[in-house]
């Protein structure tokens, strides 16, 4: 009963808050994300330690000064990118397509066509919600978006509308392998974030930032055995508001011959890829996930 209460109360804050979004308008959005940023970092610091523990570990050469201004504009990031998503419930689909461009969209629309299946595979970073609902309408195809449903099970439904309120289709994490192979059997498209934590007990390891880290094996299997190409999506949020996307392959060439050796090299190329693109926008990343808990 208590969680249940919890449950709606957060979600009663939630609705509030995305009023207020609707309110003041999609462009107005980063004034209040840095108005925001401002007490959540000083006044009410939820996750800054993990933040900062995580930029030290990430960064070792940087000073604290350096390490204390990104993670700020950190949380102007993911105030923006949530207040975003909230936005997002009463926009069209001409005005999701006038947020970003994107760079090598040739290479999706090819891969598309050759009808075997696609793995669009994208991170936490800069909007990541934005991504999925872009790539599906300007590709004008479903992309089935593997999720982790959230313990809220109120908000959970709300993102889910938000998701699916154009071309896209959740796949529920926990039943979602033989959907997802069904997907890409069928020459279909499936969407991963790929960065999350992967269970210590069955996870597989790679280089991130020097350092090691536990990663899930999901889209490498998947790849692997179903031989369908693996693009990476990821975007960056310009100075104007609105996102540059990047398409780029990972690519099957020389890999080892054993299967977990596959997996876990084709992991640690995608992971390589994202460290690259984090560096470059370091603020934009989700350091508030705990990516070295073990």
Do not use: C
Request: charged fraction near 25%; aromatic fraction near 10%.
């Amino acid at each position: 009963m208590a969680l249940l209460n919890k449950n709606k109360i957060e979600f009663a804050l939630w609705k509030i808050f995305t009023k207020i979004v609707h309110t003041i308008g999609f462009h107005n959005i980063p004034k209040l994300a840095k108005s925001l940023a401002f007490i959540f970092y000083y006044f009410i610091p939820i996750r800054k330690s993990l933040v900062i523990s995580n930029l030290k570990k990430a960064f070792p050469d940087k000073s604290g000064k350096e390490i204390s201004k990104i993670a700020y504009k950190n949380y102007v990031s993911v105030g923006t990118t949530f207040m975003e998503i909230m936005a997002f419930q009463l926009m069209t689909k001409d005005e999701i397509l006038t947020l970003a461009d994107v760079n090598n969209i040739e290479l999706a629309q090819e891969k598309i066509k050759n009808g075997k299946g696609v793995i669009l595979l994208t991170a936490h970073i800069s909007n990541w919600e934005l991504g999925a609902l872009f790539m599906g309408l300007v590709l004008d195809k479903q992309i089935n978006v593997l999720v982790k449903k959230q313990r809220n099970k109120y908000v959970a439904n709300w993102m889910s509308e938000v998701r699916e309120k154009f071309t896209n289709k959740e796949v529920p994490l926990g039943v979602s392998v033989r959907e997802l192979y069904k997907t890409l059997i069928t020459g279909g498209v499936v969407g991963i974030v790929g960065d999350q934590r992967g269970k210590k007990e069955d996870g597989i390891i790679v280089n991130f930032f020097n350092i090691p880290t536990v990663t899930f094996q999901g889209f490498a299997s998947l790849g692997i055995k179903n031989k369908v190409p693996i693009l990476v999506v990821l975007g960056k949020r310009l100075n104007n508001g609105k996102y540059l996307i990047d398409v780029e392959e990972i690519n099957y060439d020389n890999l080892p011959e054993k299967l977990s050796d596959q997996v876990r090299e084709l992991n640690q190329r995608y992971m390589t890829l994202l460290e690259n693109k984090i560096k470059k926008n370091p603020e934009q990343w989700l350091w508030m996930h705990n990516i070295w808990k073990y």
